[in-house]
C-alpha cells in the first residue's frame, strides 16, 4: 500500500527518530512510504490555544497536501495531531464559516499509527523484538478523542521478548495540555509529578506512547529527577529488531 | 440577609490563585482522598445500570431540546405555578434576585439552605440546626421544575432544603431559568442520572434519599406563600451561543469536577464563586463575560484531556466549549492598539509554518539556537525573558532538537528528494 507520512512538525524538529522508525517500519511490512514535502503542521496549537484564524489557515494548508480528489492514505505518529484533523477540522472550518475546508476535511484519510496497524493493516505482530520492561501511558487524545482502546498495547504485546507492565492510574492526564504546561505551569508540575512517581512505581525502562508531545512532558521530568528511565514512541519499539 | 462579602480586589487568575492552593500539602492530601472516593462511587454507581448509555443519551436529548424551547417552557412554568398558588418573579441578575429575596423574607430570622445558583448570586447557607426554631422565612435552591404542573423538585443527601418547607413564614426558591423539564416523564430520567452521577455516599448514591416535590402553596400543606425567583444572569447570552450554549445542560451532578485532574489538585477556589471545576470554567466565562482577567483566564484552566465529557450524564463536551471560549478571549484581545506578546508570536509562527520555505529556515535557526542552550542533552534552564517557555524550564528539562530534522534525513533518502 502507499502510505503518506504526516509527521508532525513537533516530530519533524525534536523527535525525527520518531518519523524514521514509521518509515522503516511501514517499509520493513511492505509498504511504499511517501512524505510529501509541503507538509508542516496541523494547526493544533493555535487552535487549542484560541487563535482560529490560525489554525483555519494552517488546516487549508495541510488539506492541500493531503487532501484533493485522489487524497492519499495519511498515516501520522501523533495522536493528537490525528485527533485535530478528524474531529477539530469540521468545527474550525465551522468557526471561519468556510464551508470548502469543511467539505475538504471530509475527503481526508488521516490515521493514528496504531489505528492503522491494527485497523487498516489488520497486524498486531510486527516481527518487532525489544528486550526490555515498557510500560505504556495512554495519552488523552490516544483514549478519549480517538478511542484507540488496547491497539498499542495489543502491538506491544506482540513484541519479542518485551515485558509490559501496567502502570498505575494510567488513563490520568500527564499535565502536559499543549500551552497548560507554561500558562498554568504550576498545576501541570503537580501532575507530572504524580504520573513520574506511577512510572517509577512500575520499575520500568521505557515509557511508551503514541504522542512525543505528552512524552516530552513525562521525559522531561524524568531527566531533571535523573530517574533513569527512558521515553519512546510506539513506533520506535515496533521498528526495533534488535538481536542478542 | 446581608450577601457574602463581595471582593474589594479582583479575584486572582487561575493560574495565581492555584499556586497558591498547591502550596497547601494538608488540604492537598485531604481533597484527593475525598475527590477519589467520590469518583469511585460514581464509577460503581454507574456500572450497575446497563443501559447508562441509553439514559445519557436520553438525558442529553431532553436538555438540549428544553434549552431550545425554553422561552415557551417558561410561559408554561410561570402559568402554572400562579394557578397553584405561587408567585413568579424575574430576576436580570444577582443584584436584582438578591433585592427581590431580601424584599420577599423581610427581616428576622431567615433559613437559607445550600446552593450552587445561592452561591452565584452571592447568598451563602445559614447553619440550619440552632436557626431552625427561631427562623420565620426560607430561601432554598431548586434541583428541576416540572413546567406542566409547576412542581418544584428539590434532591437531597440531608435534606436541609426540605426543612425550609416546613417554616411558618414564606419560601422563597431561586432557580437559574434552564432548571426547567417540560415534563414528569421527562423528570424520570434525571432522577437516574444525578444521584448516580454525583456518586453520593451508600444509597445516596443511587437514589436521592430525600426528594422533595411542591407545586405553589396550599392550607395545611407546605409553604404558606410559595415565591420563585428565575434568574437570568447571563443566561440568555449563553443561549444564543450555538456551541457555548449546551453549558446550560449541566444538571448539577459535578461528576465532571470529580474527575478532573486540575481541580483535584487545586480544589475549587481558584474557579471563581459560581461553580468549580470544568463546568465553571465553561459557564463563569460565559455569565459573567470575559473582560476581567481571572474569568478569562478560567478557559485556559485544563489540559483538555477529556475526563470530564467522558463522565458528563447530559453530554456536555466540556473541552469543545473551553476551546471555544478560548477562541473568544483571543478575539477579545485582537483589536487592541498594541497587540499582546502572544498574538505576535502565534501569528508569526502561523505565518513561519505556513510556507515551506519560510519552515525549512525557522527548523535550521531553531535547531542551532536551542543546540546552543543545551546542556547534557537537554535544555535544563531557560533564561526568563523568554516568558512561557521558561515557566517550562522551572521544573521539567526540554528535549533538544538533534541537529538534523526528518525531513533532512528524507530529503538524503535514495529517491527521497522533494515531491
Request: proline content about 7%.
Amino acid at each position: 500500500m502507499r502510505v503518506a507520512l504526516f509527521v508532525a512538525c513537533f516530530n519533524d524538529a525534536l523527535f525525527p527518530g520518531t518519523g524514521r522508525a514509521v518509515t522503516r517500519l511501514l517499509e520493513r511490512l511492505g509498504h511504499q512510504v511517501v512524505f510529501p514535502a509541503g507538509q508542516s503542521c496541523c494547526g493544533q496549537v493555535h487552535w487549542t490555544s484560541g487563535y482560529q484564524r490560525e489554525a483555519a489557515d494552517l488546516a487549508r494548508g495541510f488539506a492541500a497536501v493531503f487532501g484533493g480528489d485522489d487524497a492519499p492514505v495519511v498515516v501520522t505518529p501523533s495522536a493528537s495531531c490525528a485527533a485535530t484533523v478528524r474531529r477539530d477540522y469540521p468545527r474550525i472550518a465551522r468557526a471561519a464559516g468556510d464551508a470548502g475546508l469543511a467539505r475538504d476535511a471530509e475527503g481526508l484519510r488521516v490515521h493514528e499509527l496504531s489505528e492503522f496497524l491494527v485497523d487498516v493493516l489488520g497486524v498486531t505482530d510486527v516481527g518487532a523484538r525489544f528486550p526490555h520492561r515498557v510500560t505504556y501511558h495512554p495519552t488523552c487524545h490516544a483514549l478519549r478523542a480517538l478511542e484507540v482502546g488496547d491497539r498499542p498495547r495489543r502491538l506491544l504485546r506482540a513484541v519479542r521478548d518485551l515485558e509490559l507492565v501496567e502502570l498505575p492510574e494510567a488513563g490520568e492526564c500527564c499535565g502536559f495540555g499543549g500551552a497548560f504546561a507554561m500558562k498554568n505551569a504550576d498545576v501541570s508540575v503537580a501532575m507530572v509529578a504524580d504520573k513520574v512517581r506511577h512510572v517509577r512505581a512500575t520499575a520500568a525502562d521505557v515509557v511508551c506512547a503514541v504522542d512525543n508531545s505528552c512524552l516530552a512532558h513525562i521525559g522531561g521530568a524524568l531527566t531533571r529527577l535523573r530517574a533513569g528511565v527512558r521515553t519512546m514512541h510506539l513506533a520506535e519499539i515496533l521498528a526495533e529488531t534488535e538481536t542478542v | 440577609m446581608t450577601p457574602s462579602a463581595t471582593p474589594s480586589s479582583p479575584r486572582p487568575r487561575f493560574a495565581d490563585a492555584a499556586r497558591e492552593a498547591l502550596a497547601d500539602p494538608a488540604s492537598r492530601g485531604e481533597l484527593r482522598g475525598s475527590v477519589a472516593a467520590v469518583r469511585a462511587r460514581r464509577a460503581a454507581a454507574v456500572a450497575e445500570l446497563p443501559d447508562w448509555g441509553e439514559l445519557r443519551a436520553a438525558g442529553s436529548a431532553v436538555r438540549e431540546r428544553t434549552l431550545l424551547n425554553l422561552d415557551a417552557l417558561l410561559e408554561d412554568l410561570e402559568r402554572a405555578v400562579i394557578e397553584a398558588g405561587g408567585i413568579v418573579h424575574w430576576a436580570a441578575d444577582a443584584a436584582e434576585a438578591r433585592r427581590i429575596v431580601r424584599g420577599l423574607v423581610g427581616a428576622g430570622e431567615v433559613v437559607r439552605a445550600d446552593a450552587p445558583v445561592l452561591r452565584e448570586i452571592g447568598l451563602t447557607a445559614t447553619p440550619l440546626p440552632d436557626r431552625l426554631p427561631a427562623a420565620r422565612a426560607g430561601v432554598c435552591g431548586i434541583d428541576f421544575m416540572v413546567a406542566e404542573t409547576g412542581t418544584m423538585v428539590l434532591l437531597e443527601e440531608t435534606g436541609a432544603g426540605r426543612a425550609c418547607l416546613a417554616l411558618p413564614g414564606p419560601l422563597v426558591a431561586v432557580a437559574g431559568i434552564e432548571q426547567v423539564v417540560p415534563t414528569w416523564r421527562d423528570l424520570e430520567v434525571f432522577l437516574h442520572l444525578l444521584p448516580r452521577s454525583a456518586g453520593g455516599p451508600g444509597g445516596a448514591g443511587r437514589f436521592s434519599p430525600a426528594v422533595s416535590t411542591w407545586t405553589g402553596s396550599a392550607p395545611g400543606d407546605g409553604p404558606g406563600e410559595f415565591h420563585l425567583v428565575l434568574l437570568d444572569n447571563g443566561r440568555t447570552g449563553t443561549l444564543a451561543d450555538e456551541v457555548g450554549r449546551a453549558a446550560l445542560r449541566c444538571i448539577g451532578c459535578a461528576a465532571c469536577v470529580h474527575v478532573c485532574p486540575v481541580y483535584e489538585r487545586v480544589g475549587g477556589a481558584p474557579y471563581g464563586p459560581v461553580r468549580a471545576g470544568p463546568i465553571g470554567a465553561i459557564l463563569t466565562p460565559q455569565l459573567r463575560g470575559v473582560g476581567s482577567a481571572a474569568n478569562a483566564s478560567l478557559p485556559f484552566a485544563s489540559t483538555l484531556c477529556g475526563a470530564c465529557a467522558e463522565v458528563c450524564p447530559v453530554g456536555i463536551d466540556i473541552p469543545e466549549i473551553l476551546v471555544h471560549l478560548r477562541g473568544r478571549v483571543v478575539e477579545s484581545r485582537r483589536h487592541r492598539p498594541v497587540p499582546t506578546p502572544e498574538l505576535a508570536m502565534m501569528r508569526t509562527v502561523a505565518w513561519t509554518l505556513s510556507d515551506r520555505r519560510r519552515y525549512e529556515t525557522a527548523l535550521r535557526r531553531g535547531t542551532r539556537w536551542a543546540r546552543l542552550l543545551a546542556r547534557g542533552g537537554r535544555v535544563r534552564r531557560l533564561p526568563g525573558v523568554l516568558g512561557l517557555l521558561g515557566r517550562w524550564t522551572d521544573a521539567r528539562d526540554l528535549p533538544v532538537p538533534p541537529p538534523r530534522p526528518f525531513r533532512a534525513w528524507w530529503a538524503d533518502r535514495p529517491g527521497g528528494g522533494a515531491r
